[in-house]
T-cell receptor, first 112, second 117 residues
Framework: AQSVTQPDIHITVSEGASLELRCNYS??????LFWYVQSPGQGLQLLLK??????LVQGIKGFEAEFKRSQSSFNLRKPSVHWSDAAEYFC??????????FGTGTRLLVSP | GAVVSQHPSRVICKSGTSVKIECRSL??????MFWYRQFPKQSLMLMAT?????????EQGVEKDKFLINHASLTLSTLTVTSAHPEDSSFYIC?????????????FGEGSWLTVV
C-alpha cells in the first residue's frame, strides 16, 4: 500500500535561513510525487511535482525537491526562507494523476 | 495554472439537515474529481473518487449514503452531506485532474468549511 511519512510535525527556521522538509514514501512502482502548501483555513497550492526525468525538480516560490529512489525520499528545500513561507506543507504520492495519499504534514514556523 | 473552485467556502447548518458543496473546474474539463476531508491540524483523507457520468468510488469506511457525490458534467462535482451531525463538521476539499494544456497534474479547490450545529 502507498504511504507517505513526514517525520517532522513542526519545524522552526529563522528568516533567511535554508529549509529542508523531509518526505519518505512507500510505493510499489514509480511514484508520482507532489508537494503542496496550505495556509490556515485555505486549500492546497501545488508547489512542485515529480513524474520522471530530472530528479531535481524546481517549483514555485523558490522551492525545489529532489527525488532519491534509493532512499525513497522526496525532500523539499528552499535556500532562503521568507516569513510568508510559514504554512503547512504536505507531501503526497499517487499512481499517475489519480487519488493521492498525503503525509501528515509539517508545520513551518519562521522566526524573525 | 488550472483553477478549481469550491462553493460555499463556509457553511453552517443545523443537525439533521443536508448541505451541498460544489466543486468546479473553471478552465479545464475534469472527468475525475476527488473529495477529501481534513480534520483540524490533520492530513487530508480521501473520501471518494468522483467519475463523470458514473457512480463515485468510495474509500473504505466512508458511508456512500451519507456523503452523496454527483458528477453531472465535466466541470462540476457535488458532495452532499445528508442528515448532517456535529461530527461531520470538517474541512472538505476537492481536487481535479487536469490534462493537456493545463498540465498533467492535480489541482485543489480552496476548500469548504462545514460546521454542523
Amino acid at each position: 500500500a502507498q504511504s507517505v511519512t513526514q517525520p517532522d510535525i513542526h519545524i522552526t527556521v529563522s528568516e533567511g535561513a535554508s529549509l529542508e522538509l523531509r518526505c519518505n514514501y512507500s510505493y510499489g512502482a514509480t511514484p508520482y510525487l507532489f508537494w503542496y502548501v496550505q495556509s490556515p483555513g485555505q486549500g492546497l497550492q501545488l508547489l512542485l511535482k515529480y513524474f520522471s526525468g530530472d530528479t531535481l525538480v524546481q517549483g514555485i516560490k523558490g522551492f525545489e525537491a529532489e527525488f532519491k529512489r534509493s532512499q525513497s525520499s522526496f525532500n523539499l528545500r528552499k535556500p532562503s526562507v521568507h516569513w510568508s513561507d510559514a504554512a503547512e506543507y504536505f507531501c503526497a504520492v499517487g499512481s499517475g494523476f489519480q487519488k493521492l495519499v498525503f503525509g501528515t504534514g509539517t508545520r513551518l514556523l519562521v522566526s524573525p | 495554472g488550472a483553477v478549481v473552485s469550491q462553493h460555499p467556502s463556509r457553511v453552517i447548518c443545523k443537525s439533521g439537515t443536508s448541505v451541498k458543496i460544489e466543486c468546479r473546474s473553471l478552465d479545464f474539463q475534469a472527468t475525475t474529481m476527488f473529495w477529501y476531508r481534513q480534520f483540524p491540524k490533520q492530513s487530508l483523507m480521501l473520501m471518494a473518487t468522483s467519475n463523470e457520468g458514473s457512480k463515485a468510488t468510495y474509500e473504505q469506511g466512508v458511508e456512500k449514503d451519507k456523503f452523496l457525490i454527483n458528477h453531472a458534467s465535466l466541470t462540476l462535482s457535488t458532495l452532499t452531506v445528508t442528515s448532517a451531525h456535529p461530527e461531520d463538521s470538517s474541512f472538505y476539499i476537492c481536487s481535479a485532474r487536469a490534462q493537456g494544456g493545463s498540465g498533467n497534474t492535480i489541482y485543489f479547490g480552496e476548500g469548504s468549511w462545514l460546521t454542523v450545529v
